[in-house]
């Protein structure tokens, strides 16, 4: 299933541990089974992406390659155990890459030029960014036609928000009028913990409407899933982070207005027992 025009979405938080890598994978995962062609962009230099697709970072060609020594992109993307689900692959040398690319031309404007051959090849590119504003993550807002915000559901959830979104502004203004905030994902929530419900209240009376309706609970699978190099939907589909995630494709293709998915079939009931 094509999309008529492929959408860049990055998915960025400046604050760690919120759920960006694992966001990626399993969206990514999830957009892939249903018959969407997707590729994720490592840019964080943890290169948790990479490992959480089964690669090793050490021996891959990657974006760092791409950035800084120009290496077509199309030669550095990899081809994961779902067939519609690509990678272009991170390095720990990407920590160096900013200072390298501070003083070359359009320097932000690096990462969108890598991928522009590569990107009609595409229904849906995700960016895993790291946990800074700093020059790369600018880069992947400039590349982006969208940006996801992944919200943990604990104290200090909205800590650094703020930040994040004048960011966006100053991108919008300047680099890239036409990025939007394709929305917030609230992650890690926990039932038993009534703080996690203040802090879904509190997200969605901030932000409303910005919000997506789907909330990813805490999920063991999703870590074990990332442990054996695979995303969630293909390492245990009737897992609880499995149906999350696919529900949040599916909601996100229903935003889009890529499916006609009606209103009572829109939601699986996540809350049975698994």
């Not at 950035?67 to 720990?92: D, F, G, R, W």
């Amino acid at each position: 299933m094509r999309t008529n025009m492929g959408k860049t979405i990055a998915i960025a938080n400046q604050k760690g541990g919120v759920g960006k890598t694992t966001t990626a994978i399993n969206l990514g995962g999830c957009l892939g089974v249903l018959e969407y062609k997707v590729l994720i962009i490592d840019a964080d230099p943890q290169a948790n992406s990479t490992s959480g697709l089964g690669f090793d970072p050490k021996s891959v060609k990657n974006i760092y390659d791409c950035l800084v020594n120009k290496l077509p992109a199309s030669e550095a993307i990899l081809q994961t155990s779902n067939p519609n689900l690509h990678l272009l692959p991170s390095h720990v040398d990407l920590v160096g890459a900013e200072l390298e690319m501070i003083n070359l031309p359009n320097r932000e404007y690096l990462l969108r030029d890598s991928i522009d051959e590569i990107k009609d090849n595409y229904d849906f590119i995700l960016i895993d960014c790291s946990p800074s504003l700093g020059l790369i993550t600018v880069n992947a807002l400039v590349g982006s036609n969208a940006v996801m915000i992944p919200v943990q559901c604990e104290y200090f959830a909205l800590e650094g928000l703020s930040k994040l979104l004048n960011t966006i502004k100053i991108v919008q203004g300047r680099l890239n009028p036409t990025l939007e905030i394709e929305g917030m994902i609230l992650t890690m929530y926990d039932t038993r913990l009534r703080l996690a419900n203040q802090v879904v209240d509190e997200v969605k009376t901030h932000f409303q409407e910005l919000v997506f309706d789907t909330v990813i609970h805490r999920n063991t699978t999703l870590s074990e899933a990332s442990s054996h190099g695979q995303t969630v939907i293909m390492y245990d589909a009737s897992s609880k982070g499995a149906i999350n995630y696919l529900n949040f494709a599916r909601e996100l293709l229903q935003k889009n207005d890529l499916t006609k998915i009606g209103n009572n079939d829109k939601i699986i009931d996540i809350n049975h027992e698994l």
